[in-house]
């Protein structure tokens, strides 16, 4: 399914690049088996794209939450979806936490990813795939500050590109609240609801919405036609 966007945050574009927006969430089950086909998109197209990720706030709260595409709008449906996505895309994934500890909203794990942006692109990007990895394989309840913090505190000691008492001093911040509110707002505007979700828009405002999970020549072939049709506009495209 595609959408066709014009004029997004022209004057953040850089004339010869694509810029990609990802809209996702933490607790996206679909995202989490996009994940392998993402890594590999951005690893070969790097020299022709920006990208930054965009925090949906998939679940504010279970009291208002609604998801008819899937027909989910209480934590005991989201077990048997998650075992769908297990078996269709074969990705490694465990449903007990929706057991045990369903997480009460994905808002915390949103805020997570911006906190970590606020010291770098490479810290979000670290703290997403954490988080994911702590929910989608060690059933990890990342709706706790505790558990964040935990993962927050852990990547500091191994991976060193995030400082927990930085993150810890953010958490709370104006600046924090402002960035989520920002990312839930542009998702908004573009009437995007489910995850993940891809916008792709060129210098010249041509742009293309990507909704949904996608394996990767699926991916490319999108991607191959919106920049084939940019070639004949005559956007500039370095290789």
């Given at each position: 399914?595609?959408?066709?966007?014009?004029?997004?945050?022209?004057?953040?574009?850089?004339?010869?690049?694509?810029?990609i927006?990802?809209?996702?969430?933490?607790?996206?089950?679909?995202?989490?088996?996009?994940?392998?086909?993402?890594?590999?998109?951005?690893?070969?197209?790097?020299?022709?794209?920006?990208?930054?990720?965009?925090?949906?706030?998939?679940?504010?709260?279970?009291?208002?939450?609604?998801?008819?595409?899937?027909?989910?709008?209480?934590?005991?449906?989201?077990?048997?979806?998650?075992?769908?996505?297990?078996?269709?895309?074969?990705?490694?994934?465990?449903?007990?936490?929706?057991?045990?500890?369903?997480?009460?909203?994905?808002?915390?794990?949103?805020?997570?990813?911006?906190?970590a942006?606020?010291?770098?692109?490479?810290?979000?990007?670290?703290?997403l795939?954490?988080?994911?990895?702590?929910?989608?394989?060690?059933?990890?309840?990342?709706?706790k500050?505790?558990?964040?913090?935990?993962?927050?505190?852990?990547?500091?000691?191994?991976?060193?590109?995030?400082?927990?008492?930085?993150?810890?001093?953010?958490?709370?911040?104006?600046?924090?609240?402002?960035?989520?509110?920002?990312?839930?707002?542009?998702?908004?505007?573009?009437?995007?609801?489910?995850?993940?979700?891809?916008?792709?828009?060129?210098?010249?405002?041509?742009?293309?919405?990507?909704?949904?999970?996608?394996?990767?020549?699926?991916?490319?072939?999108?991607?191959?036609?919106?920049?084939?049709?940019l070639?004949?506009?005559?956007?500039?495209?370095?290789?």
């Amino acid at each position: 399914m595609s959408k066709n966007i014009q004029n997004i945050d022209k004057d953040e574009r850089q004339v010869d690049r694509i810029e990609i927006d990802y809209f996702t969430d933490p607790l996206c089950c679909w995202s989490w088996a996009f994940e392998p086909h993402w890594r590999r998109f951005i690893n070969e197209h790097k020299d022709i794209i920006n990208w930054r990720y965009r925090m949906g706030g998939m679940i504010k709260d279970w009291k208002n939450y609604n998801d008819p595409f899937n027909d989910i709008s209480r934590p005991a449906q989201m077990g048997p979806l998650w075992f769908q996505v297990k078996y269709t895309t074969g990705v490694d994934i465990n449903p007990q936490l929706w057991i045990t500890d369903p997480p009460e909203s994905s808002i915390p794990a949103c805020m997570a990813v911006k906190c970590a942006e606020m010291q770098s692109a490479a810290a979000g990007d670290l703290m997403l795939n954490l988080l994911r990895k702590a929910v989608m394989i060690d059933a990890k309840n990342i709706a706790k500050p505790e558990v964040i913090f935990e993962l927050v505190q852990k990547a500091e000691e191994k991976f060193q590109i995030i400082n927990y008492i930085r993150f810890i001093s953010d958490w709370d911040s104006k600046e924090l609240k402002t960035l989520i509110k920002e990312d839930f707002k542009k998702a908004k505007l573009l009437d995007i609801g489910r995850f993940p979700t891809l916008t792709m828009q060129a210098a010249d405002g041509t742009g293309v919405i990507l909704v949904g999970y996608r394996p990767y020549p699926v991916l490319m072939e999108a991607f191959n036609y919106f920049t084939e049709k940019l070639k004949n506009r005559n956007v500039n495209l370095k290789h």
